[in-house]
Structure formats: C-alpha cells, structure tokens
C-alpha cells in the first residue's frame, strides 16, 4: 500500500528518502512528501502525483539533513493532494509522522481533540495520531512516551515512523498490521515499510512484530512493546540483488518480470525434486508433512491474482490427493464464520506476504486450530512469519503491479505440494517421475512461449480499441480465464470477464458481436472438443476470437481469427504455460493505450487495508 523510509546518521537524508521512495513507489502512488529536521528546524515538503514530482522539487531546493522520513501515499481517506499527503504534523511542525495502514476509530478522536481546540488540516485518519502524540507530549516531554500513549488510544493498522525537533537524534517506530523493517548501518540506521527500499544501503534487517516499537538512533536501536518492555531483536542478513529490483533495460518492470519466468519458475523448484523417489521436497513444510497428509480438508485462502492460483490449485490438489479443498477470497473467509476444525489444512496465498484480507484469514484459522501453511514470495512477510509453516516460491521481487511471475510461481509450488500430498496416498513412484519432469521441462517451454512476443505484440495492435472483453476456459484452465481477465483490466483499463466456457450460454453468449473479442484457452485436452463447440457458437454470432491454442492443432486456425500457439503439457501444468501469453496480451495492449503499465491507477501492489 503506501510506502514509508527514514533515515538517520551521517550522510544527508534527502537522496536517501528519495531513492528509498522511489524504490516502495509501486505500493502506492498518488502523492509523496519528505520532513527531515536541520538545525532543530523542521523542512516539510509534500507535493501531488509521482515521486518524481517530489524529487524535483527538492532537489532543486538545496535541502540537506542527517534525519528524515518520507512517504509515498495511496489514497485511503481524503483525495490524493498536498494537503493529504503525508507526513502530517502538529501545530507548531515540531512533530512530524508518517503512517502506513487505517485509523479505525479517528471519526471519535478527532471530534475529542477539535474540542480540545486542536486545529485538523487534511481529511485524513492519520492526522489524528500526531495531534494525540501532541498532546501527550505536551505532559510527558518523552517522544516515545507520547507515541506510545497515543497508540493506546488506536484501533485500527499502523505502521509508522515519528520525528520531532525537540528530540531531533530518533526516529521512533511502531507496527500494528503493517510491516516495518529496521535497517542497521554503520554510524546509520534505516527504517522502511519494504526491504526493497533499503538495499542499496544495507542487508541487516530487523523485522517489528505487530504490538512492537522501536527507538532508531544513528548508532543504536532499541526496541520495546506498546507495554514498555523491552525485545530483544535479531538482525537477519536478507539475500536480495540490486538489478532484482531495477528495470534491468526493460521498458516496465511488467516486462521484465514476464520475461524471468524462465528463471525464476526454475528458481520456485529449485532443489525440491526427487526424481528418484518420484516426489518433491519442501523443507519448509518439515515436520508437519503428515498432518498435511492427514488432514480431512484443504481450504486455500488469497486475494486477487494469488485467488486465481488458489484455484488452479484446488483442481490440481482433489484430483491426485483426493482430499476435499475449497478456494476463499481472504475478505469473504474473514467475516462469514467459516467452518474450520484442527483436522483441517489451510494454506494462505500471497505475493507480499502482507495482504490484510489473507493475514486476518490466517489469523481466524489458527484461532481455530487449524494448520496453517503460507505460500508467500516476500521472506520474512508477516504471513510467512506468522503461518505455522510455509513454503517460499522464490520468484524474486515483483515490482510490477500486475501480478505475473508470482503467479507461475505459485502455481509451480502447488505443484510440488500436489505431488507431496499425493505421493504419500495413491499416486505412484512412476506417475510422480512424469509429473516432475514435466515440471522440469516447463521452463524451456515458457522460454518458447516467450519467442511470441512480436507476434503477440501484432495481435494487441488489433484490439486496444476495444471496450470489453471476454475470457473463457475450462477445467484447469478456468481460473486461467479469470486471471486473463484480470490482467487486462488491471493495466489497460478495458472491462474484461473470465468465464468457464460452457457457462457462456447462460448469460455473456448475450453480449457477443462483433465488437467483442473473445479470448478461448483451448489448448488439445481432454475438453478440447467442447471448447471447440463454444467457440462455434462465439463464430456464429459475428464475434471475434483469440485463441491461445496447442501448436500441433491444426484445425483451430481455421476456425478462429487470431491463434497463439504453445507447446503442450500434462493437464495439471497447463495453466503455467496457457497464462503467459495472456500476460504479454494485457502488457502490450495497455502499452499501445500509452498507459502507466507499472503503475496502474487505482491499484497498489500490496493491499494492506482492509
Ligand atoms: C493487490 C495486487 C494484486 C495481488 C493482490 C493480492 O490487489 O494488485 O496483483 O494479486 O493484491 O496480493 P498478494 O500479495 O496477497 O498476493
């Protein structure tokens, strides 16, 4: 969601917040602003739009510090403007604060302290957390004292990061449901919302547990609860590479991350298979195996695009393991008193690692004594840290809003789970050697798919006119449909649906004409005639078909406008191979649109409000 950097020690804070937000710009991006205090004044800057709008500003200004913070907005309460944006402060600008998350109960405390004579400038639920650490101040002389009291007062999620010129050597911290990481330096310390943002600087983090403060000088940092006792925290060396998280000469992020899914589909397997014994490997699952064999039910619980891999996933799951499992959006799962048991197994899908919807999910399901497995690709998110256990897709930092190679990623790792499972109920030695070397194959399959581009590209030039669109599959590559779908709304900002294919007969065959563009994945399998069948039906009605098709069918070609071709695999795996080329079909068409790929508006890559 919104991103948040700080920063203290030698060097001056102001390239530093600014490349930090640069860096967190993809979670949230519709205003950013900067406060650093130099001699014990504090300069507040804040300014409409991108990053880029804020970095020029300042750059131009001659602004030097040796502490700050930063923010990158994505609008929650109150419209995206100055005004708005953050970092708030008091009266006086002798407080300044930054905040990730929502302020649940900020409608009764503002209305207290407007009677208490404070004055409110912007629309925002934040603005309340830094009058109350006002007033605290006001009686306690101790920033941290006075966070800390004011967040006694908060419902709500928090991540936030506190200055004031009267204690102008901290930066004080403090999590509740958005992430916060601590990056130790040498004579300087970081604070970020995203490792991402700190990188360049740093590989020595400290994660705050939700409940957790943190008192960040240049040398030292000290963490607390919101009681006051102190925690003993330990510094944890993250593995990420700088061009990981650089366009590396690609155009968008999108792009590039499309284009990894070679290597980082590889990297999502790499390790975990047993080709002798015909299983797969997930050291992080250890020792909870057998009651992920065990368990009567699996319920699989995400949110957006990880949803759609839950989905593939639950095909993939009752069809070698024979266990029963349901697909939930975290936000449904939350609120409508699910049935959970302690023979349940719940597995919770996400990207970051942080999504709100899918944490309060996880949390329900351990309430209720289930087990709980996360599949995240952020190490060390907080779903990862607080699931009972978990595996890892290592996809690498996806910075693209859209989802992309997450998803491949995901579906690569359900894959693995499947043949876990199902190794040690029915499926045989041979059978589990068949799938995994399929497995194996898929990434130079992927690598063929990704030589379509140009051809793919031509398509896109055909319809980025279009208004509407259509998405049909079925079986596994139903949820392939929906995922379609939901890339190209996304990104191009064109209404799209997915759809199993035979369910167009009862209501979308009524929107079909020519102007809308259907797009079928019918690759040659075990449904292939019956999709052959709906696509006769779109034809006879003067609509126009895309068809993501096998390359040895020779008969679709005819039948439909435009076909991209791709190689085939086993059922189970299809979905991997049948997404990509959806993926280029939604890049290439927003990029004609001439639309901020990277950067859709609206959206942020990581939704931690509810
Ligand atoms: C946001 C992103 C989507 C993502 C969804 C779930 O809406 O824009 O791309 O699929 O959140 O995110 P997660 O990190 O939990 O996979």
């Given amino acids: 969601m919104c991103g948040i950097v700080g920063y203290i020690g030698k060097q001056n804070a102001v390239p530093i917040l600014i490349e930090g937000l640069k860096r967190l710009e993809y979670r949230g991006y519709d ?32 602004i030097e510090a040796n502490i700050g913070i930063a923010h990158t907005r994505w609008a929650t309460h109150g419209e995206p403007n100055e005004i708005n944006a953050h970092p708030h402060f008091n009266a006086d600008k ?48 101790n920033l941290f004292e006075a966070v800390r009291n004011a967040l006694l007062l908060i419902n709500g999620t928090y991540g936030i990061a506190v200055i004031s010129i009267y204690e102008p050597d901290k930066i004080i911290v403090a999590r509740k449901g958005s992430p916060l990481v601590i990056g130790v330096g040498r004579e300087e310390n970081y604070i970020a919302s995203d490792v991402n943002a700190l990188i360049t600087h740093t590989s020595s983090i400290v994660y705050l547990e939700d409940g957790e403060m943190a008192i960040v000088t240049k040398d030292n940092f000290e963490a607390k609860t919101l009681e006051d006792d102190k925690v003993e925290k330990e510094v944890v060396e993250i593995d990420i590479e700088v061009d990981e998280i650089t366009k590396s000469g690609y155009p968008h992020f999108m792009l590039k991350e499309i284009m990894e899914q070679p290597e980082s589909i590889r ?40 949803w759609h891999a839950g989905l593939v996933g639950e095909y993939m799951l009752e069809q070698f393991t024979g266990i029963p499992v349901e697909v939930d959006y975290g936000s449904e799962f939350r609120y409508r008193n699910p049935i959970i048991t302690p023979d349940d197994t719940t597995i919770f899908i996400s990207q970051s690692g942080e999504t709100a919807d899918t944490l309060a999910a996880l949390r329900e399901a351990k309430r209720r004594q289930a087990l709980t497995v996360g599949i995240c690709n952020v190490v ?27 998803f ?33 194959s898929i990434p130079y399959k992927v690598e063929k798919i990704l030589k379509l581009n140009d051809e793919i590209e031509k398509i896109a030039e055909q319809f980025k006119d279009a208004k509407n669109f259509l998405y049909l599959g079925r079986g596994y590559n139903f949820p392939v449909a929906l995922e379609g779908a939901l890339k190209l709304k996304e990104i191009s900002y064109i209404h799209a649906e997915g759809y199993p294919a035979a369910e167009m007969k009862h209501g ?8 809308m563009p259907t797009v079928f994945i019918a690759p040659q399998d075990s449904v292939y005639e019956k999709v052959i069948s709906n696509i006769e039906e779109v034809k006879s009605r ?29 059922r189970m795996l299809m979905p991997i191979l049948t997404s990509i080329p959806l993926q280029l079909l939604a890049y290439h068409i927003a990029v004609k649109k001439g639309l901020n790929v990277d950067q859709p508006r609206n959206l942020a890559k990581s939704v931690t409000v509810e």
């Fill in 542 to 570: 003067k609509g126009v078909v895309i068809a993501v098709a096998s390359e040895k069918d020779t008969k679709i070609e005819k039948l439909v406008n435009y076909t991209i071709k791709i190689p085939d695999t086993i």
């Fill in 94 to 141: 002798s407080i300044m604060l930054i905040h990730n998350g929502i302020i649940e109960n900020y409608a009764p405390l503002r209305k207290k302290l407007i009677s208490e004579g404070y004055k409110f400038l912007s629309e925002t639920d934040t603005e309340v957390l830094v009058h109350l650490i006002d007033k605290f101040y006001t009686k306690k002389k």
């Fill in 380 to 406: 060390g998110s907080t779903i990862a840290r607080e699931s009972d256990t978990g595996i890892y897709i290592h996809a690498g930092p996806e910075i693209g809003v859209a989802s992309t190679k997450a």
């Fill in 408 to 440: 491949t990623a995901q579906l690569t790792v359900l894959a693995l789970l499947t043949v876990l499972i199902a190794r040690s109920k029915n499926l045989s030695c041979q059978d589990g050697q068949m799938i995994l070397k399929e497995l194996e």
């Fill in 267 to 306: 990297n999502s397997m790499r390790g975990r298979i047993l080709m002798d014994e015909g299983v797969s490997k997930l050291g992080g699952l250890n020792g909870f195996e057998e009651r992920i064999v065990d368990s009567e039910r699996i319920l699989i619980v995400a949110c957006g695009t990880s």
């Fill in 31 to 62: 205003s950013a602003g900067i406060a650093v205090i130099t001699e014990n004044k504090a300069i507040i800057e804040k300014k409409k739009g991108k990053v880029s709008v804020l970095e020029k500003f300042v750059k131009g200004s001659g």
């Fill in 508 to 515: 979308p065959i009524a929107l079909i004409d020519e102007n």
